[in-house]
């Protein structure tokens, strides 16, 4: 039997390495991806505690989790397509106007 | 034993994939880590009971949610990224900020109840698609019908995002634009 903390550990694992990839990575791309991985962590978290107190409330809300991670993707790409367009560069360091 | 066997195997296999994600300079690498990652959470969740959400992960998550992201990488032709003072600076500063943040993390998660009591799998608790759904159905209505209503207007809105910008013609503006962006 696994104990719900080893799970937690790995959520807590997951979760810091997508913080450090959003923090360290440059590209667009890359940075969302950090997001996602963030978000994976966390539904692990509440699939380890649905487990937990035999609740399937957690993974209710885990099936919500994703969808709305399906709309940001679905929005933030677009939005670095937008963005792409108009100033021809994935380095968040060269995007640092409001305007053109 | 076995789940304890089968946790080390998929969450190892997700953790180095997850180091893979950040040490990788091509975005398509990166996305391709992220894609094991997601499949070796769907596994944790098969050993956790979830059969539904493991299945979800697999079509939504690694299926469609990563087609979209590997499909923006190929349409927008993304390089490996340069390396510019910024991001030396982030990676000194980082890494230091992020090991506090796992060690004080895993320090609360584990510091409140040192010895939890290890749950036995099984009886009868399983995320199957009838119970999800009857949950989903009944006392989540509302939540649900409201997330159907924001993945139509995510769907507008990365079609108005993505589109090309086309002069408004007459009808807003009285001038024609000055300078049109591109």
Redesign the interface.
């Known amino acids: 039997?696994?104990?719900?903390?080893?799970?937690?550990?790995?959520s807590?694992?997951?979760?810091?390495?997508?913080?450090?990839?959003f923090?360290?990575?440059?590209?667009l791309?890359?940075l969302?991806?950090?997001i996602?991985?963030m978000l994976?962590a966390v539904?692990?978290a509440f699939?380890?505690f649905?487990?937990?107190w035999?609740s399937?409330?957690g993974?209710?809300f885990?099936?919500?989790v994703?969808?709305?991670?399906?709309?940001?993707?679905?929005?933030g790409?677009?939005?670095?397509?937008?963005v792409?367009?108009?100033r021809e560069t994935?380095?968040v360091?060269r995007v640092n106007l409001l305007k053109? | 034993m076995l789940?304890?066997v089968l946790?080390f195997v998929f969450?190892t296999i997700?953790?180095a994939a997850?180091?893979n994600?950040?040490a990788q300079r091509h975005?398509i690498n990166?996305?391709l880590s992220?894609i094991v990652?997601?499949a070796s959470?769907a596994a944790?969740?098969l050993?956790?009971?979830?059969e539904?959400?493991a299945a979800?992960?697999v079509i939504?998550?690694a299926g469609?949610?990563m087609v979209?992201?590997v499909f923006?990488?190929m349409?927008?032709n993304?390089g490996a990224?340069?390396?510019?003072p910024?991001?030396r600076v982030?990676?000194l500063?980082?890494?230091p900020?992020?090991?506090l943040?796992?060690g004080s993390?895993?320090w609360t998660?584990?510091a409140r109840?040192p010895r939890?009591?290890?749950?036995?799998?099984g009886?009868g608790?399983v995320?199957s698609p009838t119970?999800?759904a009857q949950?989903?159905f009944r006392d989540?209505l509302l939540?649900f019908e409201v997330?159907s209503v924001?993945?139509l207007?995510?769907?507008m809105?990365?079609?108005?995002?993505?589109s090309?910008?086309r002069t408004t013609a007459g009808a807003a503006s009285p001038e024609p634009p000055a300078k049109r962006?591109?």
């Open positions: 039997m696994v104990p719900i903390s080893y799970y937690l550990v790995l807590a694992i997951l979760f810091s390495l997508g913080v450090v990839g923090l360290i990575k440059r590209n791309i890359t969302f991806m950090s996602e991985l994976n539904n692990l699939v380890a649905a487990w937990q035999k399937l409330n993974q209710v885990v099936f919500f994703m969808v709305v991670a399906a709309a940001e993707a679905a929005v790409l677009a939005i670095i397509i937008a792409f367009r108009t994935l380095n360091d053109l | 789940q304890l946790f969450g997700a953790v997850a180091v994600l950040l975005p990166s996305a992220l990652v997601m959470l944790l969740f050993l956790m009971g979830a539904f959400l979800i992960q939504v998550y469609a949610i979209l992201f923006v990488i349409l927008l993304a990224e340069e390396r510019t910024g991001s982030a990676m500063l980082g890494f900020a992020v090991v943040l796992a993390l895993a998660l584990l109840n939890p009591a290890p749950v036995a799998l009886g608790f995320g119970a999800i949950l989903l989540f939540p997330t924001l993945i207007i995510a769907i809105g990365a079609v108005v995002l993505a090309p910008p962006e591109r």
